[in-house]
């Protein structure tokens, strides 16, 4: 359905998208997981046709972004961050708006906009002015949108943003249930959210997709650790068996002369025997860090435990 | 452009909706108003005057005419209202979609940009029309109480019509470019106003400089309508400055996508 190849996409020398590519399948509900700025919208911006990419392809059941973008915005419906509604409109009038828009034919609007109102659960505000409804009904005034027009598939980014632990949970399960007849995209900076949601993940940071695999598949690959980066000025003979001697340490990886990463237990900081150790050997630290964005740091910063709507739920 | 009629609708339903047009509506018809009977009483006291000696006036060729006198220049001003009424109606267009974040919808819709750009344009023609058509009440007043020729009061219309028509493209330009509503109203106001005066310098001079900025303002091809006169070349001036501009949002718009 959606096919991304080498996509990049650059906002003057800063590139938001380097060099992507993924497949999403019919019927499929994939969750586009990262950290704020990763990218995830851009992507998304681009797969609904609104930017056009700076290199690469990318094809929505089977048509280009770029040469075929009309046929695509027939068959998609985008929810952006932030949903776009007319404040000053009724909510029924919006939709029926939306709908001429997605060239609904005119004898099938009422229909189509009593389909939604239905499956969205806005069946009790459909005369009510937007701009004074909450911002979870805003949210689902949003979704029912991106539905109007019966898409084959569904782009969302973030849908549950900024909506409190009530909200959210039924947010979610208005798109559990959408996933059983559509192909869904939706993008999210939370992980929880992601794994109750999606079949599917892949893992964005930096513009760059680090991972993409099915959730089990994540976690059989994830190896629970921490890293510490050592370069050192004096290479010496032993150096990575007296670190791997240290106390706590799981595993030395030597990369080079005088380049080590020490692997410990996640909780544990071994900067300071890591450094006592070198100091005493005079080796003379170059370098020590802890390593940033593997894929286990990108998913410690994602598995924000969501305690409000756990409470919730209880 | 099923779709432009959408856009349309859903813009002049929000017109509707917000205060801005009421005031601006009520602002445009007291001035136009005021302005209408200040011409007006002058040209009663004025025929007033004339009538014993209308025989012999008329002899001599001289007419107490109230299409020249009254209507001719009140068309006149109205121009001129517009001229800084309009800016204030179409500041929005383009403006508050993207400030509001609701442009992506229009984006992401099997909707052409010149389909936007062309609803856009009709929802504020629509309603300057129907502002203009408020204030035609004056009109009916000398219909009832004299005798004019109809035909330049059509044809002043008409010219009215298409340099409002230039003023909006002008406006919808300047709200294409910002998401700033203020912003685009003094952009707007900025370019109408410099389109208007433009004929100024050659007023006071005969170079051909003059001669083409003359032809260029649109102010020099309004004169005609109003005195009656419905050239082709006016006419086809108007319309093609009106595309010109509504062409440049459109490569406006285009481009804001590639950066």
Known sequence: MIEVEHLTKNYGPRSAVKDLSFQINQGEVVGFLGPNGAGKTTTMNILSCILPATEGKARVCGFDTFDQSMEIRKVIGYLPETPPLYQDMSVADFLRFAAGLRNVPIKKITAAVDRVLEQC??????????????KGYQQRVGLAQAMIHDPKILILDEPTV??????????????????????????????PEVTQICQRVIIISEGEIVAMDTLDGLNASMRHVRRLELKVRHPADGIQNKLEALDKVLSVQARGQDFFVIESEPDVHLQDEVARLALDQLWGIEELKPMTLTLEDIFLKLTTEEKEVKEALA | MKSAFWIARREIGSFFYSPIFYVVTTVFLVLYSFLFFAIFSDFSQASLQAAPQAAALQKAGYSINANEMVIQPSLGNMGVILLFIIPLITMRSFAEEKKNKTFSLLLSSPVHLREIIAGKFLACLTVISFMVLLSS???????????????????????????????????VLASSLTDNQIVAAVIGFGMALLMWLLELPAQSSDSGMGMILEKISLRSHLEPFLKGIMDSSDIIYYLSFMVFILFITHQVLDSRRWR
């Open chain 1, 121 to 134: 659960g806005l069946g009790d505000v459909r005369q009510r002015i937007i701009g004074r409804l909450s």
């Open chain 2, 137 to 171: 009440y004056s009109i009916g007043f000398i219909v009832v109480m004299g005798e004019p020729e109809l035909g330049p009061i059509f044809s002043g219309y008409l010219g009215i019509l298409l340099m409002t028509g230039c003023y909006i493209a002008m406006g």
């Open chain 1, 162 to 191: 900024g909506l409190d632990p009530i909200q959210i949970i039924e947010i979610r399960k208005l798109i559990q249930e959408l996933g059983t007849a559509h192909t869904i995209l939706l993008s999210s900076h939370i992980l």
